[in-house]
C-alpha cells in the first residue's frame, strides 16, 4: 500500500493533431471540474496533418499562451514538427541526453527518442516517433521525419531487463495483435485489427510489460481486456485513445490516478479482474476467447501457457537482426553510455567497458562505440576520440570498424561491413528487407505493377493522385534517378517517353517529378508520372514556381530536348553525388531543379500538393486521403495495363 499517499493523477490524450486550443480547453474543463491532475501525456500525432493548423500552435512554444499542465508528448512528425521543435532539439544538444523531457516552453516537454520519465514516482518508458522502414537505421533521417531510430528502440530493450516494474509505456502506434486473445465484442469499428499496428510497439509492450500501454494513430477509443505478462504478477491494460476534437464522438481524454508499482503491496500488485486474459503477443493467442470463457478459465494454466511460450529478444546490431539471448552478451549498456552510471549497478546485463576493463566514459557517442561509427560526423556533439579508452589518440572516420581499429583483428573478417583501412570507403550497406519498392521484396505490392524491364519497372500510385498516376522505378535498390547506372536510366527514358505517349494520345500531357532525401541504404528511386489534361499544361510552370516561392526557395531552370546530354550533365553537376534534391520534368521536356541545402525542410507532399491545385482538387494533396482497397487499385492497374499496352517498351 502506499499509506495513504494521494496516487498521481494523469490525463492521456490522443492524437493531437495541432489542435493545441482545443486540447487545453478540456485540459483546463477536466482540470477544473475534477482536479487537480498532476500531468497531461500526449500520444500519436501531436503537430498537423494540415499546415493550415501550424500557426495556432506557434503561440504555445513561443510562451505567448500558457500551457495550463505539465504536458509531455511523443508524437514528433507531421506539418511544422521539424520547425517548431529546432529550439527545443538545440537545447537537447546543449543541456546533454536527458530522459526526463526537453522543455519546449513553460509545462510543454518533448519526449526525444526513447527513455524512462519519472513522474510523481511513476515509472514511464516511451518511444518517440512511429515505425518508418527508409529511416530507421539512420539518426538524421529518423529525426527529420519523425521516425525511430534503431538505437531508441534497442535502448527500451535494455531497459525492459530491470527489475523495476514499469507503471505506463507510451508509444504512439498501436502494438500489432494487441485484440489477440481479446473479447471480439468489444472490438472497435471502423479498423482492421489484423493488420493495424506496429511489430516494435508489440515486441516492448511485450518485454516492458508495463502496468498501461497507451498509444494513438488509430482515431478511435479502445480498452482492452487485461492481461497477464509472463514472468510476473501485474497485468497490463491497453488503450487505444481518439484523436483531439475529433467528429466521430471518440473518446480522447483518458484519466487515471495509478498508483506506482514502488509503493504498491505484492499482492495489491498480484490483482487480477475476472476478465483478465492472456498476453495476446504469446503464441496461439490469435484464438480469441470470450468473456465468459476468460472469466472460467484458471489462471494458474495461464500462467504456464505465458511461461511456455515467452520470448526474450535482444537487438544484435552488428549482425543487422534479432537473436534469441538470455544476457546482455556484447551489448553496451544504452544508460551507461549517456548517463555515466547504470542504476542496475553490478546487476546490469550490458556492458559499461569496452572489453579492457576501461569504463566508457560519459558523454561518448552511442553510435560511435556500439557501431564504430556515427553518421552525424563533425556535427556530432558526443565523444569519438579513443583517447580515454586506450593508447589509440585519434577519431576513427566514419564506416570504420572499431573491433579492428581498437583490438587490430575483426572475428567477422571478409563479412565485416564496416572499413578495416583508412584509405578503404565504407562499403554500401544492403537494402532494408522491408522495402516497399524493391521488386525482391517479400513486401511489394505486386498488384501494382503493370510493366516490368530489365531494369525498371512501373507501377500504380499508392493512393493516385488521379487515374494513371504511375511510378516508374529501379527494380533494384537504387537512391535516386540522378545516380542510376546508365543502362538502367536509358531504360527510364523508354518509359518515360512510352508514358507521355500513352497520356498524348488521350489528350494529357504528362508531368514527372522526384523528391530525393538521402537516407543511408533506406530511400528507393521513385520518379512519379501524372497526367494532366493539356489545356492546362500551360500552367504547370507558373504554378511550381509561384508555389516555390510561397514555401521559400526558387528552382534553377534547365532546357533539354530528349536525350539532350547537355542538359542531363548540367543536372548531375546541381545534384550529383548524393545532394537531396526536388525535380520537376514539365511536359514539353523543361527540367526545373532545387538542390535541398543541408538543414531546408521541403513539404514532403509538395509537388502532388502543386499538381492537385493545377487539377482543381486541392483536397487530394495528401496520398493518405487517396487510400484505395486491394480491389480498387487492382482495377485501376488493369485499366492501366490495358491503355498502356500498344505503347508499353516491354511488351
Excluded at 533521417?141 to 531497459?159: P, Q, T, Y
Excluded at 565523444?383 to 572499431?402: I, M, N, R, V, Y
Aim: aromatic share 10%; proline share 7%.
Amino acid at each position: 500500500m502506499n499509506g495513504g499517499k494521494q496516487a498521481p493523477r494523469i490525463l492521456v490524450f490522443g492524437d493531437v493533431l495541432g489542435r493545441l486550443d482545443a486540447l487545453f480547453k478540456r485540459v483546463q474543463s477536466v482540470n477544473k471540474s475534477n482536479g487537480p491532475f498532476d500531468a497531461a501525456l500526449c500520444v500519436g500525432q501531436f503537430f498537423p496533418e494540415d499546415e493550415r493548423w501550424v500557426e495556432g500552435m506557434e503561440g504555445y512554444f513561443t510562451g505567448e499562451k500558457p500551457v495550463p499542465l505539465p504536458t509531455y508528448f511523443i508524437g514528433d512528425y507531421g506539418e511544422g514538427a521539424n520547425s517548431l521543435l529546432a529550439p527545443a532539439r538545440k537545447t537537447a544538444l546543449d543541456l546533454g541526453f536527458s530522459m526526463g523531457g526537453i522543455p519546449v516552453c513553460d509545462n510543454l516537454f518533448y519526449l526525444k527518442g526513447s527513455g524512462i520519465l519519472n513522474l510523481k514516482g511513476l515509472r514511464i518508458a516511451y518511444l518517440s516517433g512511429r515505425y518508418i522502414p527508409d529511416v530507421y537505421q539512420n539518426a538524421r533521417g529518423a529525426e527529420a521525419s519523425g521516425g525511430h531510430f534503431e538505437d531508441d528502440v534497442d535502448a527500451l530493450r535494455a531497459i525492459a531487463d530491470d527489475k523495476e516494474i514499469t507503471d505506463i509505456f507510451l508509444s504512439n502506434e498501436w502494438p500489432l495483435g494487441v485484440h489477440n486473445a481479446a473479447d471480439s465484442s468489444s472490438d472497435p469499428n471502423g479498423i482492421d485489427l489484423a493488420s493495424t499496428g506496429s511489430d516494435i510497439a508489440a515486441e516492448l509492450a511485450s518485454l516492458l510489460k508495463p502496468r498501461y500501454h497507451f498509444a494513438g494513430s488509430e482515431g478511435v477509443f479502445y480498452a482492452r481486456e487485461p492481461y497477464i505478462n509472463p514472468d510476473s504478477t501485474h497485468v497490463t491494460r491497453f488503450i487505444g485513445v481518439g484523436a483531439v476534437g475529433n467528429d466521430k464522438k471518440q473518446k480522447f481524454a483518458h484519466a487515471l490516478a495509478p498508483t506506482p508499482a514502488s509503493e504498491m503491496s505484492p499482492l495489491d500488485l498480484a490483482a487480477r479482474p475476472t476478465n483478465t486474459t492472456p498476453s495476446p503477443y504469446i503464441k496461439g493467442a490469435h484464438n480469441k476467447s470470450t468473456t465468459g470463457t476468460t472469466q472460467k478459465r484458471d489462471v494458474s494454466q495461464m500462467d504456464k501457457a505465458n511461461e511456455e511460450n515467452v520470448q526474450h529478444w535482444r537487438y544484435d546490431t552488428s549482425q543487422g537482426k534479432r537473436q534469441k539471448r538470455n544476457d546482455g552478451g556484447d551489448r553496451v549498456c544504452f544508460e551507461f553510455v549517456k548517463q555515466g552510471s547504470c542504476s542496475r549497478g553490478e546487476t546490469c546485463k550490458f556492458k559499461h567497458d569496452l572489453g579492457n576493463g576501461v569504463p566508457i566514459p560519459k558523454g561518448a557517442c552511442f553510435d560511435f562505440v556500439t557501431k564504430g561509427r556515427c553518421e552525424k560526423g563533425a556535427d556530432c556533439r558526443f565523444k569519438h576520440s579513443l583517447e580515454d579508452w586506450g593508447p589509440a589518440e585519434k577519431a576513427l572516420p566514419p564506416g570504420s570498424c572499431f573491433d579492428f581499429f581498437r583490438k587490430g583483428q575483426c572475428e567477422r573478417g571478409s563479412e565485416c561491413r564496416f572499413s578495416h583501412s583508412l584509405d578503404d570507403p565504407r562499403p554500401p550497406r544492403a537494402p532494408p528487407s522491408a522495402c516497399w519498392f524493391c521488386l525482391s521484396s517479400p513486401n511489394i505490392e505486386t498488384h501494382l505493377v503493370v510493366s516490368v524491364g530489365d531494369h525498371c519497372y512501373c507501377a500504380i500510385a499508392k493512393g493516385p493522385l488521379c487515374p494513371g498516376h504511375v511510378l516508374i522505378l529501379p527494380i533494384e535498390h537504387q537512391p535516386s534517378i540522378v545516380s542510376l547506372p546508365s543502362d538502367a536510366e536509358l531504360e527510364l527514358d523508354k518509359y518515360k517517353h512510352s508514358i507521355r505517349e500513352c497520356f498524348k494520345k488521350q489528350g494529357k500531357a504528362t508531368i514527372f517529378f522526384e523528391r530525393y532525401l538521402q537516407l543511408r541504404a533506406g530511400t528507393h528511386a521513385h520518379l512519379q508520372a501524372v497526367p494532366i489534361p493539356l489545356s492546362m499544361a500551360s500552367l504547370a510552370l507558373s504554378s511550381f514556381v509561384s508555389s516555390a516561392k510561397e514555401v521559400g526557395f526558387s528552382f534553377e531552370v534547365i532546357h533539354q530536348e530528349d536525350n539532350d546530354n547537355e542538359a542531363k550533365q548540367r543536372l548531375k553537376e546541381l545534384v550529383g553525388g548524393g545532394v537531396n534534391y526536388f525535380i520537376v520534368e514539365l511536359h514539353e521536356g523543361t527540367l526545373l531543379v532545387h538542390p535541398l541545402p543541408q538543414g531546408e525542410k521541403l513539404p514532403m507532399q509538395f509537388g502532388r500538393e502543386v499538381l492537385a491545385k493545377i487539377l482543381g482538387t486541392p483536397e487530394r494533396g495528401d496520398w493518405k486521403q487517396c487510400k484505395l482497397d486491394v480491389s480498387e487499385e487492382t482495377a485501376l492497374a488493369d485499366q492501366f495495363k490495358e491503355q498502356f499496352q500498344e505503347f508499353d517498351p516491354m511488351p
